[in-house]
């Protein structure tokens, strides 16, 4: 009979070890994003502006609404 030569190692890439990468790639960009969006959050939250002519702004509006507002320093 022949003998099983092959290697069954749990710690193999396609095993535990590659489950366990996986796991820490997918956190650690989880965590970049979080790190990036509280920076921009921050960054919005700090930065004030002022509606000008608010009363005729239409409802309904093609155009950008950068013309709108103004951002106050």
Not at 36 to 43: D, E
């Amino acid at each position: 009979m022949a003998e099983n030569t092959t290697r069954r190692l749990c710690f193999n890439i396609n095993g535990l070890l590659g489950g366990i990468i996986a796991t820490v790639l997918l956190l650690s960009i989880l965590g970049v994003f979080t790190y990036l969006a509280i920076g921009v959050q921050a960054g919005n939250a700090t930065t004030y502006y002022k509606l000008v002519d608010e009363q005729n702004i239409p409802m309904t509006s093609t155009d950008t609404m950068a013309k709108h507002y103004k951002i106050v320093k």
